[in-house]
Structures are given as C-alpha cells and as structure tokens.
C-alpha cells in the first residue's frame, strides 16, 4: 500500500535555530512530492512541491525540501526558524502520471519554535 | 488566486441528523476532494469527483456521499450524523499538481 511516514508526531527547536521536519514514503514508481502548513483553525497552505528536477527545492516563508530517491525521503528543511513557523505541517505524494488524483498524506508533524 | 471557500467554518448538529456540507471554487477545475482531518491520522480522503455527477470513493466513504451537480460546486452529506464523525472536514480543488484547500468546517455531532 503506497503511505507517507512523518515519523515525529512534533518538532521542538529554539528560534534561529535550523529545523528539520523528517518525511519518507512509500510510492510505486517516482512520485510528486508536496509539502504543505496548517495555522490553527485554517485549512492547509501549499509550502513546495517536487516534480521533476533539482533535487532541492525552496518553497515559501524560507522553506526548502531535498528530494532524495535512494532514501525515499523528502524533509522539509529552514535554515533559521521563526516562532511564525509554528504549525501543522504535512508531507503528501501523489503518483507520478496521476497528477490530478487525489494526495496521500501524512499524519503531520507540530513544529513548536520558542523565542 | 485560487478561492475555495466552503459554507460553514463551525457546525455542531445533532446525531440522527442529515447534515450538508458545501463547498465552493472559483476556478473552473474538474477535479475536487473532501478529506477529514483528524488528530493523529492526517487527511482522510472521503471522496472526489473529476467532472459534474461523477464520483469516486475515497478511502473512508461508509456514512457518506456527495453531490457535483454543477462544475463549481462539491457537496458532502452525512445521511444520519453519529458521534464518530465529529471532525475537521476540508475540500479541496486542483490545478495541474497542486491541491488548494478551503478553510474547513469543524463539526461536532452530538
């Protein structure tokens, strides 16, 4: 069954401090890769995505992912972390070829920065 | 930009109850979503639709169903509302790889 593990329910780090949220899937051939951010009482917020490429890539807010194949891995990386940045964050994949089909996604991740 | 909005941010409703959640885009896309969100299990695919009255199950359909009876419109119903479907519900929409979100409505069913 093709599934996406954020394997920290959270993610404590010190404002100025680098972060990293983990994200691994498991997805029959090479899929597009996403990472989005809920703010409490919101809906979800697209960051980045991964479709073909650089394996890096910078999102919004100062965000970046390194896409890495042999690992099936996609972390979502800052190199100075606001107390801003506090939220839900989701890793999600979708096949490739299915682009339009619905995401799968993982069971977040609440990254808490602390002043 | 892309505008998903959705009819109620919060509802609480009553168990037994039929219950309609609307969901509304501004951009002409064929293809929509309702996912529920719960603490601890992600987003939840329920449904989606990839044209006007066509549907397809998603992963947790049973208490469901839906209705696409016009491209910008996607609703979500809950036939007999029960406890157990207490829960964050957002729609979304998609354009090429991306999904956009609505806000959500939060429903608590008592």
């Known amino acids: 069954a093709q599934s996406v593990a954020q394997p920290e329910d959270q993610v404590n780090v010190a404002e100025g401090n680098p972060l990293t949220v983990k994200c691994t899937y498991s997805?029959?051939?090479?899929?597009?890769l996403f990472w989005y951010v809920q703010y409490p009482n919101r809906g979800l917020q697209f960051l980045l995505k991964y479709i073909t490429g650089d394996n890096l890539v910078k999102g919004s807010y100062g965000f970046e992912a390194e896409f890495n194949k042999s690992q099936t891995s996609f972390h979502l990386k800052k190199p100075s972390a606001l107390v801003s940045d506090s939220a839900l964050y989701f890793c999600a994949v979708t096949p490739r070829g299915q682009a339009g089909t619905a995401l799968i996604f993982g069971k977040g991740t609440t990254l808490s920065v602390s002043s | 930009d892309v505008k998903v909005t959705q009819s109620s941010r919060y509802l609480v409703k009553r168990t037994g109850e039929k219950v309609f959640l609307e969901c509304v885009q501004d951009?002409?896309?064929?293809?929509m979503f309702w996912y529920r969100q719960d603490p601890g299990l992600g987003l939840r695919l329920i449904y989606f639709s990839y044209d006007v009255k066509m549907k397809e199950k998603g992963d947790i359909p049973e208490g469901y169903s839906v209705s696409r009876e016009k491209k910008e419109r996607f609703s979500l119903i809950l036939e007999s509302a029960s406890t157990n479907q207490t829960s964050m519900y957002l729609c979304?929409?998609?354009?090429?790889?991306?999904?956009?979100f609505g806000p959500g409505t939060r429903l608590t069913v008592t």
């Open positions: 997805v029959s051939g090479n899929p597009y």
């Open positions: 979304a929409t998609n354009m090429r790889y991306e999904q956009y």
């Open positions: 951009m002409d896309h064929e293809n």
